[in-house]
């Protein structure tokens, strides 16, 4: 009789161990089953916020190419414009078409005040300068100016630099990867470019993260 309940509490014990295995095998599948899934919808997310990238870039190529047919001074020009107007050192400038396309250069004046001059890409005549009053200017910023006063290689001669990859569309001081040059972008055809122009040299480079197709 005690080895009828021996053995039967030996089974009733292994029942229960397995079923607690059991259990545990099926949670452990369950959650590996819901890590999967996470990471599924991980990767459509990223993969979604890509091709949303990939689109505004084209979207914005499109953009600089609609305004590019329409403009008949350069960015080179528009430099020269400015400085002419409002006398100082041109860190950038952009063909932007916001209702009423124009150029906008960035000039900074010896007296460190920083000026958006509005040039019409039609004429090259100044159509306006606006102060930038804000003073958020950080250490980078004072030593990205700092960089372009000593380079031998300025705004409009980075624009014309660029030039020979396409119709420039945008000039500008860049800090790329620790080294300050400036940041081109053209148009050619149904392409654009992004270029990478030396300040002490002038020589041309693709950006390393551009994927355009312009040669």
């Known amino acids: 009789m005690k080895r009828n309940i021996v053995i039967a509490t030996l089974t009733a014990a292994a029942l229960?161990?397995?079923?607690t295995v059991a259990a545990f095998a099926a949670g452990d599948g369950e959650a590996t089953a819901t890590q999967?899934?996470?990471n599924t919808s991980a990767q459509a997310a990223a993969d979604r916020d890509d091709a949303d990238d990939a689109a505004d870039d084209?979207?914005?190529a499109t953009d600089d190419r609609t305004a590019v047919r329409g403009a008949d001074v350069t960015a080179a020009e528009a430099i020269t414009a400015a400085l002419k107007h409002t006398p100082g050192t041109a860190l950038s400038a952009d063909l932007d078409d916001d209702g009423a396309t124009a150029w906008k250069v960035t000039v900074v004046k010896g007296d460190g005040t920083e000026y958006d001059v509005r040039i019409s890409p039609d004429s090259g005549k100044v159509l306006g300068a606006q102060r930038d009053t804000?003073?958020?200017?950080d250490g980078d910023d004072r030593a990205e100016l700092a960089a372009v006063k000593g380079a031998k290689t300025d705004a409009r001669e980075a624009?014309?630099?660029?030039?020979?990859?396409?119709t420039v569309t945008e000039v500008s001081i860049d800090d790329d990867n620790g080294t300050v040059a400036w940041s081109a972008e053209t148009v050619k055809g149904n392409?654009?470019?992004?270029?990478?122009?030396a300040l002490d040299t002038g020589k041309v480079t693709q950006d390393r993260d551009d994927d355009g197709d312009d040669a």
Do not use: F, I, M, P
């Open 16 to 19: 229960a161990t397995g079923g």
């Open 36 to 38: 999967r899934q996470t």
């Open 58 to 60: 084209r979207d914005d």
């Open 134 to 137: 804000d003073d958020d200017n």
């Open 159 to 166: 624009a014309l630099a660029a030039a020979h990859k396409g």
């Open 191 to 197: 392409g654009h470019g992004e270029w990478n122009v």
